[in-house]
């Protein structure tokens, strides 16, 4: 969902603010792997911590802040980082800020890469942040934070309880000094990282000091490798992964089989920007190494494989098990479907935007594939919310590694991957920040057409998926539109007799503000649904769960029944409508009901969790999963 609240005034503050200075510039113009026992440790109680950070905070805008000068420099400052030399690919370090005279709970450290990056004032670039609908007063830092953290996290710092003596006079201390330190959780994104120290709040920060400069071990690690499912017979499977290694390197599986990657990156030349730079574009970019992408084939579906990616002077993955996706038309699948995720820290830290339950729910999901009991995983939009912060990805590719790298990880695009100003998404937003679909598609290709056409299909067990792109047209004749005509229209029912229909942006919701009757895109699709009996859509973007009647132009056509164990039962072999679900609950902070409740919604449930699924062939039971508790909170089935 876009970084506002469509029950919010501040979003027609933001869009009127970035109107109004697009309109003031143009007139002025004269021309690798998160374990079980790490999640288990740092889980608990993260969906309070970062309850606060998701929206706007002082932090998500302290780019637009002019950088205050420090009315004296403290010749004792020093900030010092306990790790080796250089930093491994996955790791808690601990900064430590010694020679502090005067501790304030102003006081900030910002971990920055690269070292290089300029963290001084930009004051002539200050109308390039006004396009995130940040009026402040403006800038602070040239480059972006990757994350920062206050210094009264020490809870020893404020008061001081670490203190030294620096200088004696007569034998007695003159000058003495307090410390803190801090844990910072960092993973290998190839760039060198400073940390540096800030006094004065994130509103009106001063520079004190500042680490030297920490390295990466090996900044061309193979790290974060997902699989994704190339056609529907489960034969095949995609691996994609990072390096900072632009040479070709390989797939080792099966019984001695041999695959070389192909690679691809992408530039700030690629990003998206307006008469305003992006963030993407500008303070937010970060280099993303290189991507590297190849096929397995010769695969069997329903099975087990092991693999490892990597070459001998860059190193090796370790082995890793991953299973097949049963081929489209046998009999069963078990799928887990969720929108909205995004990420969490795994320390203290604050960052422009922060998913509170992405934690919790990426943990659960885990605990299901590692029971071998899910055959793929299905992420329909707002995949990482790093909205032009490049950095960002490599820590939403790190947390999703437990699960992306053992069963096929299949994606929708949604807003804040694809919206921009004049860029062609369907909504003129800068939900992307400038993104544009770039990284969302060179890290996650899909079996599609071509490339910024994120629409596809594709066939498991005994479900035929249909998964589109709101963001791109879908109005009738459009390319999208007569794509799903044919597609829908050519499935195959006795070989698969399910057809679940995905996307991001939904057509049913009671939440706050959003008003089905006048959704365009619903009367412009929703007929093809009826028309081709689909019989279950998922959707995002409202950051809950609902569940409907089998609804059509927002009438019930008809209720489910409760069966002999009081389960919800919608009766498929009298078809009427479809029956819609919004999933967008996996981790962006929770949206609330409206109190008026329309006739079709039958279940609302503002909690994080996914939706999990089993199809047979005549059953599709689905199961809403609260993350923290694994408590089924609903459940319900469609027969045929």
């Not at 993260?46 to 002082?58: G, M, P």
């Not at 963290?119 to 609908?133: P, R």
């Amino acid at each position: 969902m876009p970084s506002y609240s469509f029950s919010s005034s501040n979003w027609v503050l933001k869009h009127v603010s970035i109107l109004l200075v697009l309109f003031l510039s143009l007139s002025c113009s004269t021309s690798e792997t998160l374990t079980p026992s790490l999640l288990d440790f740092v889980v608990t109680n993260t969906t309070v911590l970062h309850s606060n950070f998701t929206a706007v905070s002082d932090f998500r805008m302290i780019n637009r802040r002019i950088l205050k000068g420090c009315s004296a420099s403290n010749p004792f400052v020093k900030v010092n980082v306990t790790s080796n030399s250089s930093f491994s690919d996955d790791e808690f370090v601990t900064v430590t800020v010694t020679g502090v005279s005067s501790p304030s709970a102003g006081d900030w450290v910002a971990m920055i890469s690269p070292s290089t990056s300029d963290v001084k004032n930009c004051i002539l670039n200050e109308v390039y942040y006004l396009q995130t609908g940040d009026t402040a007063k403006l800038p602070l830092l040239c480059h972006y934070p990757v994350k920062a953290q206050y210094m009264k996290n020490d809870p020893n710092y404020l008061s001081c309880k670490k203190k030294e003596c620096k200088t004696f006079q007569n034998g007695k201390c003159d000058v003495s000094t307090c410390s803190g330190s801090l844990q910072f959780h960092v993973i290998n994104i190839r760039s060198d990282i400073e940390f540096v120290f800030f006094s004065g709040g994130f509103v009106k920060p001063c520079l004190v000091g500042r680490s030297t400069p920490v390295s990466f071990a090996n900044p061309k690690r193979p790290l974060y490798g997902h699989i994704s499912s190339i056609d529907s017979t489960g034969t095949s499977m995609r691996l994609t992964w990072v390096s900072g290694d632009k040479e070709p390197q390989q797939i080792q599986y099966g019984n001695g089989k041999t695959v070389t990657s192909a690679v691809t990156t992408f530039s700030q030349d690629d990003m998206c920007s307006s008469t305003l730079p992006s963030p993407a574009k500008d303070f937010g970019w970060h280099d993303p190494g290189y991507i590297h992408s190849a096929l397995m084939t010769g695969l069997k579906p329903s099975s087990t494989f092991s693999y490892r990616y990597g070459s001998g002077s860059v190193g090796w993955s370790e082995e890793i098990k991953f299973s097949t996706p049963p081929a489209g038309g046998s009999d069963e699948l078990r799928f887990i479907a969720f929108g909205d995720m995004g990420k969490t820290p795994l320390d203290a830290s604050e960052e422009h935007y922060i998913q509170p339950g992405a934690l919790s729910v990426i943990k659960a999901i885990a605990n299901d594939v590692n029971s071998n009991n899910i055959n793929s995983v299905f992420h329909i939009g707002d995949i990482s919310y790093a909205t032009g912060f490049l950095a960002e990805w490599d820590y939403f590719l790190h947390l999703i590694n437990p699960v992306a790298s053992r069963i096929s990880y299949m994606t929708a695009i949604g807003n804040h991957e694809r919206d921009y100003i004049d860029s062609g998404s369907v909504y003129v937003t800068p939900d992307s920040g400038g993104e544009c679909g770039v990284p969302y598609e060179t890290y996650f290709p899909m079996p599609t057409s071509a490339k910024d056409k994120p629409w596809y299909s594709i066939e498991q067990g005994s479900v035929h998926f249909t998964v589109i792109s709101t963001e791109h047209a879908w109005s009738e004749n459009s390319e999208q539109y007569v794509w799903m005509q044919k597609d829908m229209a050519s499935v195959n029912r006795q070989k698969t007799p399910w057809l679940i229909f995905m996307g991001h942006r939904p057509m049913y919701t009671t939440n706050h503000g959003f008003v089905p009757s006048e959704n365009k895109f619903m009367k412009a699709v929703e007929p093809l649904l009826l028309e081709n009996k689909v019989d279950l859509v998922l959707f995002g973007h409202v950051h809950n769960y609902e569940r409907t009647c089998s609804v059509f132009q927002n009438e019930c056509k008809a209720m489910p029944t409760k069966d002999k164990n009081g389960m919800d039962t919608y009766d498929g072999r009298n078809y009427s409508a479809p029956v819609h679900a919004v999933i967008g609950m996996a981790g962006f902070t929770l949206d609330k009901f409206s109190n008026n409740v329309e006739s079709w919604s039958l279940k609302r449930i503002s909690e994080f969790g996914y939706l999990r699924a089993h199809a047979t062939r005549n059953d599709l039971n689905l199961e809403f999963v609260i993350s923290d508790t694994r408590e089924v909170k609903d459940s319900f089935h469609i027969t045929k």
